[in-house]
């Protein structure tokens, strides 16, 4: 069974950039599409970021431009770059992992970005 291990979250001012990380423990990786969604208080779930096992890459209209994912097959990792931080873009992110009709999650990793 896919597990998922996020990190790289915290506290930013806006402006700033985190990199939040995704680690997967699954021997078919390569296999997988890997994505973030977000969720903050009181909101619906948002899907931020995905990319494709052959690297094509879809982003919301929010994160365009700013937001960058990729990921890393031989280190079972996808990575999500994101830059030029607003306070709207706290929320709590998780990273999913789907091959077919089937999605795994991770535990979530909170970001927070002060005015």
């Known amino acids: 069974q896919v597990q998922l291990v996020e990190s790289g979250g915290g506290l930013v001012q806006a402006g700033g950039s985190l990199r939040l990380s995704c680690a997967a423990s699954?021997?078919?990786?390569?296999?997988?599409?890997m994505g973030w969604y977000r969720q903050a208080p009181g909101k619906q779930r948002e899907l931020v970021a995905s990319i494709s096992s052959g690297g094509d890459t879809n982003y919301a209209d929010s994160v365009k431009v700013r937001y960058t994912i990729s990921r890393d097959n031989a280190k079972k990792t996808v990575y999500l770059h994101m830059n030029s931080l607003k306070p709207e873009d706290t929320a709590n992110y998780y990273c999913?992992?789907?091959?077919?009709?089937?999605?795994?999650w991770g535990q979530g990793t909170q970001v927070t970005v002060s005015s």
């Open positions: 999913y992992a789907r091959v077919g009709v089937t999605f795994v």
């Open positions: 699954v021997s078919t990786f390569d296999r997988y599409v």
